[in-house]
């Protein structure tokens, strides 16, 4: 190609070949590639050669992209009819908006040199071209400034006859909004126009759409109803406002619209709405919930009141269930704990399904089960303050834990319950106490009839399965019981284990001398650290035909160990006798008691013995003794009697000295009906193995123990803070003490007291409220 | 109670010959509690009961392994807890007597 001579390089020289394609360009008119091409060499050369050019091709440019808007703002303002504006006026944007990714091309150059002229500005990234930006604001001056508020009310009207039900064509809308995102050429917030605008409007339209037409549902159809309607609604909104709102990435407008949205729909009648939510939850009506919890879930403070009406009717209902049945459970252990866990399992359910197991609601669950766990309408459990120049009245507790170990106790005893269950129903049973104990306030009563149950069931060897036993000591840990209690359970399996060897040294050593004592004597000899309690101990005289081993076993137990000292614990003993009568031979499962009073007819076979004679051979303290005879002469369920009396009393309170007790020639076991010549019976049966001293013991002991570990705990606490006000030493204090017990206010308070007169601490001068530790 | 009934039909053979007792003992489970056979049930060295093992012992689970020491002055403690303590001073924590084993547990 030729070399251009400078001044051929003119614009004027220039422009009017350039201007032909420039015309076409803007009108969409096809152009080919020569004259494509020459375009850019015009654009280049007259840049480069021209110093005024890149101004002057800028104004013609402008000047006629302004001359082809006029002309396109007047085909679109010939409509009077909204809806054909609309139409028309997205024909020409979709037209005019292509061209815009075309036209700036060629002007490349153009831009070069117009940017240099403006010191050298770094053009920024994302930056719109001149040339774009010239199209793009001249058509927004001239024919969208004067005609928006009309493309935009039709367009609301559009959206808003689709609200009502009409369908058409929604690129009609979709077009208005995208002349507002596109033609704002503003850099710092390209979305500014749009949002001021179209985004307002849209909003406008929606809220005042639905504050007239919400109001009339809920009047004409009810809340429940309007629920579904609202939540309907909600996702009918999204779903448009995602085809009619901007969506680019750094554009809220969905969010915006889904608060304007929920506030117009949900939050004005939230009040209406949550008026219904106790019923509710009274009624199950899971699903009108999970619709609820949705929509309320979306609205400031909208779950709370509901959070609250569960709360109530699980504690409501909770202690309305437990007192129409108190009779039977305050009785029956299995009965409670089976309810604690239904109440449980339905609350649970209704957690579940109406609230898909939100956090916020099964806190709330927890909450209020805890508060029926915890009770003490329907049962109280009396703790006896033995100290009684403190002058306090005791403070009733729930009755709960001590029924969960006693149903614990059925549970993992030879009992007809746990010889119903399999094995694996025992377990999930188990697992079941587990997960109400969590709930229970004061475990530490729990811990004390556990084990007093575990002793019986060990030493009587009365386990329905021993593997259970020991992962029931592992689930307790697992469920946080505190370690030193759970370390104690253990040590008594230890215990038993080392015992039962010792027996069969015992009966090695004996096997082959007189008396068969190998065969009819077992030992168990414990630890006293692991088990005893010393209220278990009940002196009894034994009758010669036992008294005479005993001597055998402690020179055997000499012999194996120094420095011991043993205590016969004869509460605990328990043997077989056989009993010969006219009838035949029964072999009798007694306690020891039982035996020494048997044995007292060894001497006069068929004599009557007074009380007096009997308590005066057997030695044994008043109660025990009624209530061993009253358990041979009076054992539940069987036809026969052991042992008769007379006068007849109606409970062991009635016997006195006096009364007359003789061996039953004609006991005997009836099966089908039918009397048999042979059999055995276990007479030890529900006989408590406790003492009635060391059940009020057993009580005093938990508040003895409390007292302790509240001083212990607040000693803990002082050492560490130095220094701490009250309020925070509760808080701290109940935090260390929750897995035993809840301490109450006033426990808390006599504890301070003596810890400050013994000197462990003291109150600060300044501020009677802040205690202050003394080493 | 009944449940706990087990009743065994035996046809052959009954009643009672004329020298049996009416009453005879076939089974007893005799059970006992053993302690250590001490003045004072406190380990002065260690501060815990001397029926339970010494924190030594407790800490490293040997508790069945932890025994009792008797002085020639009748004192007592865990065996554990005077083996450390003569090491530095060979009389008894408590009178100050020279300390001599008298007995030790087993």
């Not at chain 1, 480069?48 to 000047?63: F, S």
């Not at chain 1, 000899?525 to 001597?551: K, Q």
């Not at chain 1, 055995?680 to 009020?696: A, F, M, P, Y």
């Not at chain 1, 400050?756 to 601490?761: A, E, N, S």
Request: hydrophobic share 35%; net charge neutral.
């Amino acid at each position: 190609m030729a070399l251009l001579n400078p001044g051929q390089a003119k614009f004027e020289v220039e422009w009017p070949s350039m201007r032909p394609t420039v015309l076409k360009l803007i009108r969409q008119e096809p152009v080919n590639r020569r004259e494509w091409h020459d375009l850019f060499w015009s654009v280049h050369a007259v840049c480069l050669w021209d110093n005024n050019g890149p101004n002057k091709l800028y104004q013609a440019l402008q000047e006629d992209i302004l001359e082809f808007i006029r002309h396109a703002q007047s085909r679109v303002l010939q409509y009077q009819e909204d809806s054909a504006l609309l139409k028309a006026y997205i024909a020409e944007w979709g037209k005019f908006f292509t061209q815009c990714d075309y036209l700036p091309k060629p002007f490349n150059q153009l831009e070069v040199s117009l940017s240099k002229d403006k010191e050298n500005v770094v053009k920024k990234k994302g930056e719109e071209s001149i040339v774009r930006k010239l199209m793009l604001d001249s058509w927004n001056q001239s024919i969208f400034s004067n005609i928006k508020q009309r493309l935009q009310d039709s367009a609301m009207k559009l959206v808003r006859s689709e609200r009502n039900g009409e369908a058409f064509d929604s690129q009609l809308v979709s077009g208005v909004r995208e002349s507002y995102v596109n033609l704002s050429s503003d850099v710092e917030d390209k979305l500014k126009i749009y949002r001021e605008n179209f985004e307002k409007a849209y909003l406008d339209a929606l809220e005042s759409f639905y504050r007239c037409e919400a109001p009339q549902y809920l009047e004409a159809n009810g809340v429940q109803n309007y629920m579904k309607y609202a939540d309907c609604k909600l996702k009918e909104e999204e779903s448009r406002g995602r085809r009619y709102l901007e969506t680019a990435w750094g554009c809220n407008s969905l969010v915006v619209l889904t608060d304007c949205c929920v506030k117009v729909l949900v939050t004005d009648y939230k009040e209406t709405i949550l008026q219904e939510c106790a019923g509710m939850i009274r009624h199950n009506e899971t699903d009108k919930l999970r619709l609820m919890f949705s929509l309320m879930d979306r609205v400031p403070e909208g779950i709370s009141p509901m959070l609250h009406d569960l709360e109530a009717h699980i504690v409501s209902q909770g202690l309305r269930d437990m007192m129409e049945s108190a009779e039977t459970i305050t009785t029956d252990s299995e009965k409670y704990v089976e309810q604690l866990l239904e109440l449980f399992n339905k609350f649970s359910a209704l957690v579940n399904k109406a609230f898909i197991d939100d956090p916020r609601f099964l806190t709330s669950r927890d909450k209020a089960y805890k508060s029926v766990v915890n009770d003490t309408s329907v049962f109280k459990l009396e703790l006896p303050l033995k100290n009684k120049s403190i002058g306090t009245k005791t403070q009733p507790e729930s009755k709960c834990p001590e029924l969960l170990a006693n149903y614990c106790d059925m549970l993992l005893r030879k009992t007809p319950l746990s010889k119903k269950l399999t094995s694996e129903e025992v377990e999930s049973k188990l697992r079941d106490v587990l997960l109400v104990l969590k709930y229970v306030q004061n475990k530490d009563v729990f811990m004390r009839y556990h084990k007093a149950h575990l002793t019986r069931r060990l030493i009587l060897d009365t386990s329905a399965d021993n593997e259970k036993e020991e992962n029931m000591v592992e689930w307790l840990r697992e469920v946080g019981m505190p370690a030193d209690y759970v370390n104690k359970l253990a040590r008594m399996f230890q215990d038993v284990k080392v015992s039962e060897d010792l027996n069969q040294e015992f009966k090695d050593a004996h096997r082959n001398n007189n008396e068969g004592i190998a065969d009819s004597i077992n030992i168990k000899i414990l630890n006293a650290g692991a088990w005893a309690r010393s209220s278990d101990r009940v002196s009894v005289s034994l009758p010669m035909e036992l008294e005479d081993y005993i001597p055998q076993v402690e020179e055997f137990y000499r012999l194996k160990h120094s420095g011991r000292k043993l205590q016969w614990h004869h509460l605990m003993s328990n043997g077989i006798v056989t009993f010969a009568n006219d009838i035949g031979r029964f072999d009798l499962e007694v306690t020891t008691f039982q035996m020494a009073v048997l044995f007292a007819w060894n001497q006069r076979p068929k004599s009557k013995i007074s009380y007096e004679s009997l308590r005066l051979a057997t030695e044994l303290p008043d109660a025990e003794l009624r209530r061993t005879l009253w358990s041979l002469v009076s054992f539940p369920k069987i036809k026969r009697q052991v042992l008769s009396c007379g006068p007849e009393v109606k409970s062991p309170k009635d016997f006195d000295d006096s009364t007359q007790f003789w061996a039953n020639q004609e006991f005997g076991l009836i099966k089908n009906g039918k009397l048999q010549k042979r059999g055995k019976i276990n007479l030890v049966g529900r006989l408590q193995l406790s003492t009635e001293k060391s059940k009020e013991e057993d009580n005093e002991g938990i508040m003895q123990l409390r007292i302790l570990r509240v001083q212990e705990a607040i000693v803990k606490i002082m050492k560490m803070r130095k220094k701490i006000n009250n309020a925070a030493l509760q808080t701290e204090l109940v935090e260390i003490l929750k897995n035993m017990f809840l301490p109450s206010k006033k426990l808390i308070k006599e504890q301070i007291e003596w810890l400050i007169d013994h000197k462990y601490m003291k109150r600060d001068d300044e501020n009677i409220n802040t205690f202050i530790y003394m080493a | 109670m009944a449940d706990d009934m087990e009743v065994e039909a035996e046809r052959e053979g009954c009643g009672y010959q004329k020298n049996d007792k009416m009453f005879t003992l076939k089974k007893w489970n005799l059970v006992a509690m053993w302690s250590w056979d001490v003045e004072c049930d406190t380990c002065a060295i260690c501060r815990v009961q001397v029926m339970d093992a010494c924190l030594r012992c407790q800490a490293e689970n040997k508790q069945d392994d932890c025994v009792v020491v008797w002085g020639e002055c009748n004192h007592s403690f865990h065996n554990c807890c005077m083996t450390l303590w003569v090491k530095q001073n060979n009389r008894c924590p408590l009178c100050q007597q020279d300390w001599v084993v008298q007995r030790i547990g087993k």
